[in-house]
């Protein structure tokens, strides 16, 4: 019954990780198209073409953050990120309000944070191991 719960909860983290890469990769091509749009009016004055340029950087910084935490939820690594990563898509209404609300509920749970924290604390044994045996090297 445990094993079906934990892969359950893999699964769940693999869809999250899947729904993240795909919502960067359209907030990449919205900036991309929102670069071609401006590329081809000519007559675009310089307070909007401001705007525009700071509304492509933020949507290209934010598209490149959920494309990297689409790896994190995957391998269970910076709960914190995903967390406050899940809390900014909210605001990106409809489907970044969908997946972020969908995230932070699944955050949540009890089950999948001791995921993030029973790998959070692998990693630091493992690091512990290796500068072990480093410093035996030497």
């Known amino acids: ?33 929102v670069i071609i749009i401006l590329c081809a009016n000519r007559y675009v004055s310089n307070g909007a073409g401001i705007f525009f340029g700071i509304m492509v950087a933020f949507n290209f910084t934010l ?41 932070l509920y699944k955050l949540t749970q009890g089950a999948i944070e001791n995921k993030f924290i029973m790998k959070m604390e692998e990693d630091k044994k493992n690091e512990q191991q290796r500068n072990a045996c480093e410093t035996k090297k030497y």
């Open 1 to 33: 019954m445990r094993e079906l719960e934990m892969n359950k909860e893999q699964d769940t983290l693999n869809f999250l990780g899947v729904m993240y890469f795909v919502f960067g990769v359209a907030l990449l091509l919205q900036s991309l198209l």
């Open 63 to 103: 598209a490149i953050l959920n494309i990297n935490a689409s790896d994190l939820f995957k391998k269970h690594r910076f709960y914190k990120h995903c967390f406050n990563l899940s809390i900014i898509n909210c605001f990106f209404f409809p489907f970044g309000t969908i997946l972020g609300v969908f995230s």
